[in-house]
């Protein structure tokens, strides 16, 4: 198990506040231009800063989510896993899931090129 290097988890964490801050324009200055997002709830993948603007704009007219990153795993060269603590509400304040999910992200550069959402490797076994 590697630890990821300072400058990912740093990028990483910085987009997870961006997002959590619903400021769109300093999370997409953090992705390459041919940048892949997972429509979370929505299923599919969007591509490109535009695409992502439309469909969080769209989310956020819908649900209220909230992800705070509690760890991060190295998975090879170029990505990184990180343990996310998601919160969904809805706009009316209710809580519609609260759960423990995978982010893996892919850095190229110093920016995020891909992010998709995996499974979590067992809770509490070592990897």
Same mark, same amino acid.
């Given at each position: 198990?590697?630890?990821?290097?300072?400058?990912?988890?740093?990028?990483?964490?910085? #987009?997870?506040?961006?997002?959590?801050?619903?400021?769109? /324009? !300093?999370?997409? $200055?953090?992705? %390459?231009?041919?940048?892949?997002?997972?429509? #979370?709830?929505?299923?599919?993948?969007?591509?490109?800063? /535009? !695409?992502?603007? $439309?469909?969080? %704009?769209?989310?956020?007219?819908?649900?209220?989510?909230?992800?705070?990153?509690?760890?991060?795993?190295?998975?090879?060269?170029?990505?990184?896993?990180?343990?996310?603590?998601?919160?969904?509400?809805?706009?009316?304040?209710?809580?519609?899931?609260?759960?423990?999910?995978?982010?893996?992200?892919?850095?190229?550069?110093?920016?995020?090129?891909?992010?998709?959402?995996?499974?979590?490797?067992?809770?509490?076994?070592?990897?």
């Amino acid at each position: 198990m590697h630890h990821p290097s300072s400058s990912d988890t740093q990028l990483l964490r910085a #987009a997870y506040a961006a997002f959590n801050a619903r400021d769109i /324009d !300093a999370a997409l $200055a953090l992705m %390459t231009a041919d940048v892949t997002w997972p429509r #979370a709830f929505k299923g599919g993948f969007v591509q490109g800063p /535009d !695409a992502i603007r $439309a469909y969080w %704009t769209e989310q956020w007219g819908e649900v209220d989510p909230h992800v705070e990153p509690v760890a991060f795993h190295t998975q090879g060269a170029s990505q990184t896993l990180v343990d996310v603590h998601q919160v969904v509400r809805s706009l009316d304040g209710a809580v519609l899931a609260d759960a423990q999910v995978g982010h893996l992200f892919t850095v190229r550069d110093g920016l995020i090129q891909g992010m998709e959402v995996c499974a979590l490797p067992a809770s509490g076994a070592a990897a």
